[in-house]
């Protein structure tokens, strides 16, 4: 009889590099004494039995990036040698790499990669405490031990020089789009998938990818001001399969709909856990309707469940106890103030530079704001009429 299986139920990029999934039991292993999984175990354990895993967040979360964080150390353990984001620049990896395997932790270099990549626009403490998590995790290796490597992932968004805009601010003038010869969106999906293909993929190692949400969709091809926006997470999924799992954090999802429900489901339930990770086909949770997203699965345009954007979830907090993540409090100083103060007049130019003074205060106001970025903090007037059910196995 022949084989009839889709290709993408085992990816091949598995067997072409011998990459060896992890053993079924492992799921025996992980979580709580009910068997429900912490988010840290969660995403080792799926991390474990595929090639890459599309970690989607919102920018900014404390909560979330504690627990990528935390995450460090066990992916390491079990074989996951790799860590992609987008926060830092991909021409610095260098730069990264040696920062991540010194003998001494040197703040000042990691703190400039942040400048290099969004000058003030990003430089937040809790970033900066992954880069450290991953130094740390690092020093207790034995020498025959390869190091874990934290892999840049991003792309300037703008033209850097201000002398090249002649007054113009690079953002309304979108030259975003002209300086590269194609819209950012694309561009930078694909040049984010071809580090991921070089740096983890095409050496038979495994990584986990965190982004903001946008950047992870795998099955889920989304689309922005009516026009399709392709993701890293699409190009490597339309190549791998099943080689690649979304995972998404609470409130990832552009939907506040879907998040109070999601929230009421918890509060709900009789099973104790107050943080975990979860396989959404097999959950209450992956049967929420999704109303907020705009897109197609499969080529077709349709109404779509949690269950069919994702492949897992992690609940760490409810949105209304999230905390803003800190910012850097020595990022700019003599050798960061002129690239900084060189990139913000590139957006928002003047003939005269900004002070010190005037780009802390502009970095106040962004953090200030980061929350009009997160969803809706969402209002549970009332338990859900009726037996309660747990949430986190189907019947």
Request: charged letters at 25%; glycine letters at 8%; a negative charge.
């Amino acid at each position: 009889m022949p084989n009839t299986r889709s290709p993408y139920r085992e990816p091949f990029m598995t067997e072409v590099f011998d990459v060896t999934p992890a053993d079924e039991t492992v799921a025996d292993e992980v979580g709580s004494t009910n068997g429900i999984p912490t988010p840290v175990d969660y995403l080792v354990h799926v991390a474990r039995s595929r090639q890459l895993v599309m970690l989607a967040d919102r920018r900014g979360v404390t909560e979330h990036l504690r627990v990528l964080q935390d995450a460090v150390a066990p992916l390491h353990e079990a074989g996951i040698t790799n860590l992609a984001w987008e926060f830092t620049n991909s021409r610095r990896q260098d730069d990264l790499d040696t920062i991540t395997t010194a003998e001494r932790w040197d703040r000042r270099a990691a703190i400039e990669l942040f400048v290099d990549l969004l000058g003030i626009g990003h430089g937040y403490e809790d970033y900066l405490d992954v880069i450290h998590a991953v130094w740390n995790l690092n020093q207790d290796l034995a020498p025959d031990v390869a190091p874990f490597r934290l892999l840049g992932l991003g792309l300037a968004t703008y033209v850097e020089d201000p002398d090249l805009l002649e007054g113009r601010s690079a953002g309304e003038t979108s030259l975003r789009n002209w300086w590269m010869g194609g819209h950012y969106r694309d561009i930078s999906a694909s040049h984010m998938a071809n580090i991921i293909t070089a740096e983890i993929i095409r050496s038979g190692q495994r990584g986990v990818v965190y982004c903001d949400t946008s950047r992870t969709n795998t099955r889920f091809v989304e689309w922005i001001d009516d026009q399709v926006s392709l993701s890293p997470g699409n190009l490597l999924h339309n190549w791998m399969g099943d080689g690649v799992a979304r995972l998404v954090f609470h409130g990832a999802i552009d939907d506040d709909e879907a998040l109070v429900r999601i929230e009421q489901l918890v509060a709900a339930s009789p099973d104790p856990e107050t943080s975990f990770g979860l396989d959404l086909a097999s959950s209450t949770l992956g049967g929420i309707r999704l109303h907020g997203l705009h897109g197609s699965l499969g080529g077709a345009d349709r109404s779509f469940d949690l269950e069919d954007i994702a492949d897992g979830y992690l609940f760490v907090s409810a949105r209304a106890s999230w905390t803003r993540a800190k910012l850097i409090p020595d990022m700019l100083d003599p050798t960061t103030i002129e690239a900084a103060e060189r990139r913000y007049r590139a957006l928002d130019p003047r003939d005269t530079p900004y002070s010190l003074d005037e780009l802390e205060e502009i970095r106040a106001r962004g953090h200030d704001a980061m929350r009009d970025g997160w969803p809706e903090d969402p209002s549970v007037e009332e338990e859900p009429a009726g037996k309660k059910k747990g949430i986190f196995r189907r019947s």
